[in-house]
């Protein structure tokens, strides 16, 4: 059968894994499918199950669109799904079960390159450290050009990837065309088991750490645990959880434990009891640790696509005053799924609780069936263990509420001009940081800027394309400079300097490095935060999650 997911699939996927303190319902399913089966938890003896199957038949045999026996199991399971007024609810095929494992683990079977549309060209723009790619001597730039004998000059990144990926301890013969070098370079590679880290850490400015998590995958807790000890030396630290879908509830305490001190409350879920109608049950955990940075300020980075096991991190540390919260309300992602295995490799999702912070706010933002926003009519006042007022309904509202940087007009329409010139401005902007980023490669140099030259050679392309010559100003032509200073440092791996120019126009980054630099102890740092303004009650559709760039990792 093919299952569509819901909208929100991508974006929303927690896994639920047991945990400490928590239980979760992992059902298999018995029996040997056939329809009409008795004893199965009381369903299949029912007269409604009778009618419903027998509906099912009469359709089948005399119904005006002919459909067979599988497309309507499918169309009844859907229906059923959508009837349960649970966005967050969906059948998962086999492809889908292993796409969200990768998702959330971070593992998948391959080669460790990142690939990327550059000059219309498949670019390998990253190789991943310890995999088969590094030890076979792949290098960022190399474009492939052939994959098993088929010509991949025309293929798509994900053409590329999808040929490039296969199953563990099997071979794949690989062609790529290096600068420089006249002929392809053929590669013979055995694909392997092959992790990404979900964690990024760097100094910024000196004296402050950053620690950036872009899911709750496994071994996250000890990737964090590992950079915390680097950074000790740093006045303060920032954990950027912005853009964080979520993951693994069982890494989310394990994370949360790591700032708290033993004996705290982690979060508590009210769920539902497998198998008894209208009984909820209440568990709670609990730190298990002592605090690995006692005292260390720190402020977590939030927007609005950070869910689920994120938001307990952060709804947590906030509620015991370990941390400042800065940026958007969370998604609001705060409702338990429990995931039974189904017969075929497929498996059911199903909302059977919901999550609780431990001063008692519920994380769980109501939505309907298409995921959108229900909001309530007030939002509680809650207060956190040092008596801060803290913010209720769903989600986790910030502190210091710092909405994303938005572009200006003038840089509107330098977008718009460069759409309608057909010239596809980001790639440009990605494909000349690379050749520049390329060049000091290979002199074995690190630039402080973006060289000005480069520059404008860069905006002499975009005009000799056909953008519009009013359009670049000065205010443009300085956005345009600094988004290729930061691309720049991003290729080169000089994530620090990156950061540094991104603080440039990003607000909420900005604002935790500030207050990093002036408070030396927590007890500094939450007193900088002002009393914060009951928030208005507006509605939001739920986001896309659609991704920005064409990458993948094969």
Same mark, same amino acid.
């Given at each position: 059968?093919?299952?569509?997911?819901?909208?929100?699939?991508?974006?929303?996927?927690?896994?639920?894994?047991?945990?400490?303190?928590?239980?979760?319902?992992?059902?298999?399913?018995?029996?040997?499918?056939?329809?009409?089966?008795?004893?199965?938890?009381?369903?299949?003896?029912?007269?409604?199950?009778?009618?419903?199957?027998?509906?099912?038949?009469?359709?089948?045999?005399?119904?005006?669109?002919?459909?067979?026996?599988?497309?309507?199991?499918?169309?009844?399971?859907?229906?059923?799904?959508?009837?349960?007024?649970?966005?967050?609810?969906?059948?998962?095929?086999?492809?889908?079960?292993?796409?969200?494992?990768?998702?959330?683990?971070?593992?998948?079977?391959?080669?460790?390159?990142?690939?990327?549309?550059?000059?219309?060209?498949?670019?390998?723009?990253?190789?991943?450290?310890?995999?088969?790619?590094?030890?076979?001597?792949?290098?960022?730039?190399?474009?492939?050009?052939?994959?098993?004998?088929?010509?991949?000059?025309?293929?798509?990144?994900?053409?590329?990837?999808?040929?490039?990926?296969?199953?563990?301890?099997?071979?794949?013969?690989?062609?790529?065309?290096?600068?420089?070098?006249?002929?392809?370079?053929?590669?013979?590679?055995?694909?392997?088991?092959?992790?990404?880290? +979900?964690?990024?850490?760097?100094?910024?400015?000196?004296?402050?750490?950053?620690?950036?998590?872009?899911?709750?995958?496994?071994?996250?807790?000890?990737?964090?645990?590992?950079?915390?000890?680097?950074?000790?030396?740093?006045?303060?630290?920032?954990?950027?959880?912005?853009?964080?879908?979520?993951?693994?509830?069982?890494?989310?305490?394990?994370?949360?434990?790591?700032?708290?001190?033993?004996?705290?409350?982690?979060?508590?879920?009210?769920?539902?009891?497998?198998?008894?109608?209208?009984?909820?049950?209440?568990?709670?955990?609990?730190?298990?640790?002592?605090?690995?940075?006692?005292?260390?300020?720190?402020?977590?980075?939030?927007?609005?696509?950070?869910?689920?096991?994120?938001?307990?991190?952060?709804? +947590?540390?906030?509620?015991?005053?370990?941390?400042?919260?800065?940026?958007?309300?969370?998604?609001?992602?705060?409702?338990?799924?429990?995931?039974?295995?189904?017969?075929?490799?497929?498996?059911?999702?199903?909302?059977?609780?919901?999550?609780?912070?431990?001063?008692?706010?519920?994380?769980?933002?109501?939505?309907?069936?298409?995921?959108?926003?229900?909001?309530?009519?007030?939002?509680?006042?809650?207060?956190?263990?040092?008596?801060?007022?803290?913010?209720?309904?769903?989600?986790?509202?910030?502190?210091?509420?710092?909405?994303?940087?938005?572009?200006?007009?003038?840089?509107?329409?330098?977008?718009?001009?460069?759409?309608?010139?057909?010239?596809?401005?980001?790639?440009?902007?990605?494909?000349?940081?690379?050749?520049?980023?390329?060049?000091?490669?290979?002199?074995?140099?690190?630039?402080?800027?973006?060289?000005?030259?480069?520059?404008?050679?860069?905006?002499?392309?975009?005009?000799?394309?056909?953008?519009?010559?009013?359009?670049?100003?000065?205010?443009?032509?300085?956005?345009?400079?600094?988004?290729?200073?930061?691309?720049?440092?991003?290729?080169?791996?000089?994530?620090?300097?990156?950061?540094?120019?991104?603080?440039?126009?990003?607000? +909420?980054?900005?604002?935790?490095?500030?207050?990093?630099?002036? +408070?030396?102890?927590?007890?500094?740092?939450?007193?900088?935060?002002?009393?914060?303004?009951?928030?208005?009650?507006?509605?939001?559709?739920?986001?896309?999650?659609?991704?920005?760039?064409?990458?993948?990792?094969?």
């Amino acid at each position: 059968m093919v299952f569509r997911s819901l909208p929100l699939v991508a974006l929303l996927i927690v896994a639920l894994l047991p945990a400490p303190g928590f239980a979760q319902q992992f059902t298999p399913f018995s029996g040997s499918g056939e329809p009409g089966e008795r004893n199965r938890g009381g369903l299949g003896d029912s007269i409604e199950a009778e009618v419903f199957l027998g509906a099912l038949q009469a359709i089948r045999d005399f119904g005006l669109s002919g459909e067979n026996t599988e497309e309507l199991w499918e169309k009844a399971i859907r229906g059923l799904i959508r009837e349960l007024d649970d966005p967050y609810a969906d059948v998962l095929t086999p492809d889908q079960v292993r796409a969200f494992e990768e998702e959330s683990t971070g593992n998948y079977a391959g080669i460790g390159v990142q690939i990327t549309e550059l000059n219309e060209r498949v670019t390998i723009t990253a190789v991943f450290r310890n995999t088969p790619a590094d030890r076979e001597g792949l290098l960022v730039g190399d474009w492939i050009v052939e994959v098993d004998g088929q010509d991949a000059t025309d293929w798509s990144v994900a053409e590329a990837s999808n040929n490039i990926r296969g199953e563990i301890g099997t071979t794949v013969e690989v062609k790529v065309q290096r600068e420089g070098i006249a002929q392809p370079i053929p590669v013979r590679i055995r694909r392997d088991q092959v992790h990404i880290p +979900a964690v990024t850490s760097e100094r910024i400015f000196g004296d402050v750490g950053y620690i950036l998590l872009d899911r709750v995958a496994r071994n996250s807790a000890a990737e964090v645990d590992s950079v915390l000890a680097e950074l000790d030396d740093t006045r303060g630290i920032i954990l950027d959880l912005r853009r964080n879908p979520g993951g693994y509830l069982d890494e989310s305490l394990n994370l949360a434990d790591l700032f708290l001190d033993r004996g705290s409350t982690l979060v508590t879920t009210r769920s539902r009891t497998p198998g008894l109608t209208g009984q909820v049950r209440e568990e709670s955990a609990f730190a298990r640790r002592p605090a690995r940075i006692q005292g260390k300020p720190l402020i977590i980075l939030v927007d609005r696509f950070s869910a689920s096991a994120s938001e307990i991190v952060a709804g +947590a540390l906030q509620d015991h005053d370990r941390a400042v919260v800065i940026g958007e309300r969370t998604f609001g992602k705060g409702s338990v799924q429990s995931v039974i295995p189904l017969p075929g490799d497929h498996m059911i999702r199903l909302t059977s609780g919901e999550w609780f912070t431990p001063r008692g706010r519920s994380l769980n933002r109501p939505r309907d069936r298409d995921g959108r926003v229900v909001e309530p009519d007030s939002i509680p006042r809650f207060t956190s263990e040092g008596g801060r007022t803290i913010w209720g309904g769903g989600g986790v509202y910030p502190d210091m509420e710092i909405r994303p940087d938005t572009l200006t007009t003038g840089e509107q329409e330098l977008f718009n001009a460069a759409i309608t010139a057909e010239i596809p401005l980001q790639q440009r902007l990605q494909e000349t940081a690379f050749q520049v980023a390329q060049r000091y490669r290979e002199a074995g140099e690190s630039p402080r800027t973006f060289p000005r030259q480069d520059v404008d050679a860069f905006l002499e392309r975009l005009l000799d394309d056909g953008l519009d010559p009013e359009v670049l100003t000065d205010e443009t032509r300085g956005y345009l400079t600094w988004q290729l200073e930061r691309t720049l440092f991003e290729r080169l791996d000089l994530v620090g300097r990156s950061l540094e120019v991104l603080s440039q126009r990003d607000g +909420a980054l900005s604002k935790a490095i500030e207050l990093l630099q002036q +408070a030396s102890t927590l007890e500094e740092l939450l007193a900088m935060v002002p009393e914060p303004d009951r928030p208005a009650i507006q509605a939001r559709a739920a986001p896309g999650s659609g991704g920005e760039t064409d990458e993948e990792s094969p």
